[in-house]
């Protein structure tokens, strides 16, 4: 015989409590005045010799009693053979939890975990027996109810078991550990028994280790099944990643040197030595060496010439040759391709002579070199202007702009775009816009002469070729600015003026981020009313980096994992078709009206990795979608702690088809013992209780037929 509960066996100790009890009453003793006992001698001896028996048999069935309702607590099984003398076996209620995340195609022993763990599950249908009913449930980061009512039916649950297939997803066991809970709740009657079959990976368990009592809830209490986790084995595959990779190039040119990093983490007990192959688009363009340690990550740089490539993006793929865990030997990721930049140019009032409105310095520097579009409206324009395929957006001192123009601006921003501002006569500080990265205040002069300008980061894109320690940015001849309260995105690029300090001087050039884009603002005016800063030299060099510096991200590339959503980006025009492609080649549509919404999901959750592409007229937007690196970490939780959170439930801890198997076989039939117990219990209680009350009633009225038939009587009666 077992014990589910064997820690309730420590509550026997109570059995000291009628003993205690028993030993301070006969210690009680009461005198009574009485008159001669030479009439009572003759039954002294029996009646002491009768109650020492009744007082150690009420003493022993309220020990039976206390030990019987311990025994009971502990839960105790026995086996089928045992059980037949009780009234046979009890059907049971078996829910099988199948893992099938990334993990599970880790190759072991010759077949991948997800093939052993199938084959362990099945193994369990060989132990069942008439009556027992089966559950069904593919564990990932959700809960896929295969079978989710328990049934009889053997080839409905055989067929969901081997019809489970890996997938790439992030493994999670606390949704299918809840559903479990809620399937023992509903049973009618039985044991309930509880098969995870899994890797028993540790990110895995994560969730559930953190917070144990919102998955092991009050179904769990209540129901108490036993639960038994089976590892397929516990074997080292071997397995690295590319954990990372970082691009130096911020764009694709054809012919161009390309550069990035790649972080390698080898996550096995073995050294690696590999090789890592980037491929842009269909085109092998370079391959590096990798040699790691034992548990090491390292950094391995790549350079190549860029192959030419179409579109607004490039697909690239970093690959390693090949380990036991294929899933995460891939990388994938996308390059912007450098496109002549297109530029917007707003400026506020547009009256007087073309040469005095803010807009003409501007366009005049934007337009040198013939190698940027610029197209100029007003500010009130940009209410009806579409910002679709334009990389840049100048606001030339726009005055007050409109709800409808900020609301614009900032999905321009969501998509990836550049919004560089240049104050006027006409910014007021309660005027400005929220997306900026800093609050102006208040006008400020200058004392007059050329203000020194400093450079915060020469390695910076603006000044990359343009400025550094060698040849430093020039002093300019500026009159007036505004003083700009810095929100904790704003970062300050360029410093006007000597002020206090290491770093002083008034911020010149700010920037910020909003989304996926970028807003700068250069603390001068585009025409010469606060200085002459469009004649110097550093004017023509400063506006045409800007313009260059928006073509390098026109959508800054999201990092997805398998199972994240896919949202539709803004820079897709809301009013088209729009055409999502899977990986697999898989086409679907929807609607203009469908996509109308700029909250739109285009797809609830990516089921694969690899590259989705959504496209909406001209625009297509590209998304790169890897395998959750938590999975390639195929270290198993410590046993003890998931005892630590399964407590005080029956956890069985067992790896292996074999073991498996030896257990099964333990615990063929095992059979509740406990309700017999209760019984049991029941009866001596009653027993107890009448003997008690027997023993009461003869000792408060005395031996009536003794003391009717005796000499006394007869004496008194003469």
Known sequence: ???????????????????????????????????????????ASRTRRSSRVENLLLLFLRCLLFALIVAAAARPVMLARSAQLFGGEVPRTVILIIDHSASMGARAGGQTRLEAAKACALSVFDDLKQGDRVAVIAASDRAGLLVAEPTIDRDVARKAVAGIRLTETRGDFAPALREAGKITAKAERGLRQVFLFTDSQETGWRPTLAHPEAVFDLPWKQETPQLVVVRPDDLSPRNACIKELRLLSPFLVGGSTFRGVATVENLSSAPLHDLVQITI??????????????????????????????????????????????????????????RPPRVTLAEGTQLGPERLRPSFFLRKALEAGGAIRVRTISAAALDDTGLEGQSAVFLADPGRLSDRAIARLERFLESGGTVALFPGDQTRPADAPAFLPARPTAPRDLPPGRQPVRIADSAHPLFADAWDNGTPF?????????????????????TLGAGEGAEGGAPFLIQGERGPGRVLIVNASADRTWGDFPLSPAFLPLVQQ?????????GRATRLSVGDPLTLP?????????????????ARTRPADAAADSRTVLLERADASGFYSAS???????????????????????????????????????????????????????????????????????????????????????????????????????
């Not at 803004?570 to 898989?586: F, H, M, V, Y």
Request: proline share 9%.
């Open 1 to 43: 015989m077992n014990f589910l509960a064997p820690w309730m066996l420590y509550g026997l100790a109570a059995i000291a409590a009628p003993i205690a009890i028993h030993l301070w009453r006969r210690r009680q003793i009461q005198a009574i005045p009485f008159g001669s006992l030479r009439f009572l001698k003759a039954i």
């Open 281 to 338: 688009g269909n085109e092998r363009a370079g391959q590096r060496p990798v040699d790691a340690a034992p548990g090491a990550t390292v950094e391995v740089p790549f350079e190549f010439e860029a192959p030419g490539v179409e579109g607004s993006w490039a697909r690239g793929t970093a690959r390693l040759s090949g380990d036991d865990l294929p899933a995460d030997d891939a990388y994938y990721f996308s390059i912007p391709v450098y």
């Open 474 to 494: 020039p002093a300019l001849p500026q009159k007036r600015l505004l003083d700009w309260k810095l929100t904790p995105q704003a970062a300050v690029l360029l």
């Open 546 to 554: 800007i313009a260059r510096y928006s073509a390098t991200q026109p």
């Open 570 to 586: 803004p820079n897709l025009p809301r009013n088209k078709p729009l055409a999502l492609t899977l990986p697999s080649g898989e």
């Open 616 to 718: 909406a007229g001209e625009e297509t937007a590209i998304f790169p979608v890897n395998v959750d690196r938590a999975e390639s970490d195929l270290k198993a939780a410590p046993p003890e702690a998931l005892e630590k959170a399964t407590a005080p439930l029956a956890l069985t801890q067992l790896t292996g088809r074999d073991a498996l198997t030896q257990w099964l076989q333990k615990s063929k039939g095992l059979v509740p013992f406990w309700p017999f117990l209760l019984g049991a219990a029941l009866a001596v209680f009653i027993l107890e209780a009448v003997l008690a009350n027997l023993v009461a009633r003869r000792r408060a009225q005395g031996e009536a037929i003794t003391i009717a038939t005796g000499r006394l009587t007869r004496r008194r009666t003469v």
